[in-house]
């Protein structure tokens, strides 16, 4: 769909704006105004994911990895789908990875590791 599209091209944004070069080729006068317009979408409400969506494995508030608390959701085709299926439950965030596979975290989450396989969005 074109929300999982919009979504991985997000994260890949914000992922070029962390490791500050994009995989594409982009002028450098258009490269803080591409990451702060990534990162604009993803915390604005009501935006594709309605909350923070980062690329990689969902961290805590100490920068590791959140291993407390995750729930296995199942599989699901797009990071969309998987980020509804979370909503409807009581968590803190939702991690998609590229094999499909979809975990609910009910223990903080502060943003996502970087990583270009996973997607971790950050509910508000």
């Known amino acids: 769909s074109s929300a999982a599209f919009l ?6 944004v ?5 490791q500050q070069q994009f ?3 982009v002028s ?5 105004l591409l990451c702060v317009f990534a990162l ?3 915390v604005i409400p009501g935006s594709v994911a309605n909350g923070m969506v980062t690329p990689g494995y969902c961290l805590n508030n100490k920068l ?3 291993n407390k608390g995750v729930k296995y959701m199942g599989t699901t085709e797009t990071a969309v789908e998987c980020f509804d299926k979370c909503r409807a439950k009581v968590g803190k965030g939702c991690e ?3 094999n499909r596979r979809c975990y609910l975290h009910t223990e903080e989450v502060l943003v996502g590791s970087g990583d270009r396989h996973v ?4 509910f508000p």
Do not use: G, N, R, T
Not at 14 to 18: L, W
Not at 119 to 122: A, I, K, S, T
């Open 119 to 122: 997607v971790c969005l950050v």
């Open 28 to 32: 450098p006068k258009m490269f803080p």
């Open 40 to 42: 604009a979408l993803a």
């Open 96 to 98: 998609w990875s590229k």
């Open 23 to 25: 995989l594409f080729e």
């Open 7 to 12: 979504i991985f091209v997000q994260a890949e």
């Open 14 to 18: 914000i992922y070029s704006c962390f």
């Open 64 to 66: 590791q990895d959140q």
